[in-house]
């Protein structure tokens, strides 16, 4: 879609109307947000109200950042009489009612990802690619929850003809709800794994509910599905009984409908060979590691349930960058020379440290002082099998090459003291303890792998690496 010159979103009339509200001054806006640092100029900036927080404490700033007006439910302090306001009952119920006007209005075709992991690395790369095609909206970063979803749906444009959105769960019942806001023709389920399982029952549980998006899908609507997992069968059976028209899959299975026939793998790429719905299809993608490669099957897949130029789409891969906190990288020069960050510091799970770890294994080292540095914090929410899956970690990484390891949390505690002494690099109770224990330990030369859940706030180790950042002032010629 044109960032540059976004097309109106909603007018205040519209708002008003959708919302039950009362707008005191006329307005057009080419965006929303819910976050006030986020805002950029045009947007309607939506008060919500939190645990810790009110959002109508921030409509001032909202508005000094650019925002053309703000939804609320009472007028706040400090705030001018020339500021276009939209006053409702509930802020959350006004966002939730935007969300499901834009959906109702736009001839989109849309699909809804969701799975264990890569929802979002996928989402981005099915956007980019069906944009090669024709406009599309992508929603943004992990946008998946109670408050993502219906953000993302206010901020689908009219103009868009493919919408590409992600749901996610961390609790049973929370999938439904979501999908039947979105109503999908088009639903993804990237791959299974035991993540907050500390929720679940099984990984049958977790299924069941990762399928519960295909009790929203168009009559008719596609069932993408990972031939691989071994509850392939129970979720194909699920979508069918609840009027999946078709089902298409990718995987390395040799039934799979969107088959993986081979794969270089380099430090920052890979080149795949794969057979598309009968189509033999070579292509690339940008992005590192196994993981990247099984999720570019499913894009294709998607590509193919809308009927469009595949190999058009594939190109697109091609030119992906990684999503910040989920594998992005940067070089830092520090004095004697420069050290690589590799920032997978969003989130974490069991199947994804492995697949972070094969991807730093795969790293080439500048030099030969260069090291291998894991910097783990705790996977969360994996109740009763979390001790076995963090010390379970150690075998991948022995397998990596990794020279230190450093580690933070509570459970991460378990993986430190059963690694070889020479791999200890520092152990600390939180992320803000260890930084600088890390920052003490950098040398030029290291590539350094940042990761661990949400909640264990790695985020602070990469932005206290980051600031390490010393960049090179070129000498002044000699008169």
Not at 283 to 299: C, E, F
Not at 433 to 439: A, G, K, N, S
Request: net charge neutral; hydrophobic share 40%; charged share 20%.
């Amino acid at each position: 879609m044109n960032k540059d010159n976004p097309p109106v979103l909603w007018t205040s009339e519209e708002a008003a109307t959708t919302t039950g509200g009362v707008a005191t001054l006329p307005f057009k806006a080419t965006g929303i947000s819910i976050n006030s640092q986020m805002c950029r100029p045009g947007d309607i900036f939506v008060a919500l109200k939190g645990r810790n927080s009110d959002g109508h404490d921030y409509v001032q700033s909202a508005i000094q950042s650019g925002a053309v007006a703000a939804i609320v439910s009472q007028r706040p302090k400090w705030v001018m009489d020339n500021v276009p306001l939209l006053q409702v009952d509930d802020t959350l119920a006004a966002l939730s009612k935007l969300g499901h006007a834009a959906r109702a209005r736009s001839n989109a075709r849309i699909i809804a990802i969701t799975g264990s992991v890569g929802k979002t690395g996928t989402k981005f790369a099915l956007g980019a690619a069906l944009e090669l095609i024709a406009p599309t909206y992508w929603s943004a970063r992990s946008f998946n929850n109670h408050l993502g979803v219906p953000l993302s749906l206010a901020r689908l444009p009219r103009e868009a003809e493919f919408g590409v959105f992600e749901i996610g769960t961390n609790h049973p019942g929370e999938i439904g709800p979501l999908a039947a806001q979105i109503k999908p023709h088009v639903a993804v389920i990237t791959t299974l794994e035991p993540v907050h399982i500390e929720n679940f029952t099984s990984l049958e549980a977790i299924a069941d509910e990762k399928c519960e998006v295909f009790k929203a899908l168009a009559p008719g609507g596609c069932a993408i599905l990972n031939r691989d997992s071994p509850l392939f069968d129970r979720m194909s059976e699920t979508a069918m009984r609840n009027g999946a028209g078709r089902i298409i899959s990718f995987g390395e299975h040799g039934k799979a409908d969107c088959r993986l026939l081979g794969c270089s793998l380099a430090p920052d790429s890979s080149e795949i060979t794969a057979d598309i719905m009968g189509q033999i299809l070579h292509y690339k993608i940008s992005l590192p590691g196994k993981h990247w490669v099984l999720n570019s099957l499913a894009v294709m897949a998607t590509a193919s349930a809308l009927d469009v130029d595949v190999p058009r789409a594939a190109e697109a891969l091609a030119a992906l960058t990684p999503v910040e906190g989920r594998g992005s990288r940067r070089h830092i020069t520090i004095p004697g020379g420069t050290f690589t960050l590799i920032d997978e510091s969003w989130n974490a799970s069991p199947v994804a440290m492995k697949a972070a770890l094969k991807v730093l294994a795969g790293m080439r080292l500048p030099n030969p002082e260069g090291r291998r540095i894991a910097v783990l914090g705790d996977m969360l929410e994996l109740g009763q099998y979390a001790h076995d899956m963090h010390i379970g970690l150690e075998g991948p990484i022995l397998e990596a090459g990794v020279d230190l390891v450093f580690t933070c949390g509570p459970r991460m505690s378990a993986l430190f003291a059963s690694l070889p002494e020479n791999l200890r690099g520092g152990h600390a109770t939180d992320s803000d303890h260890l930084t600088p224990i890390i920052l003490s330990a950098v040398r030029p030369g290291d590539t350094i792998l940042v990761k661990g859940s949400l909640g264990s706030r790695m985020s602070r180790v990469v932005e206290a690496l980051t600031a390490l950042h010393q960049p090179q002032v070129p000498e002044s010629p000699k008169g």
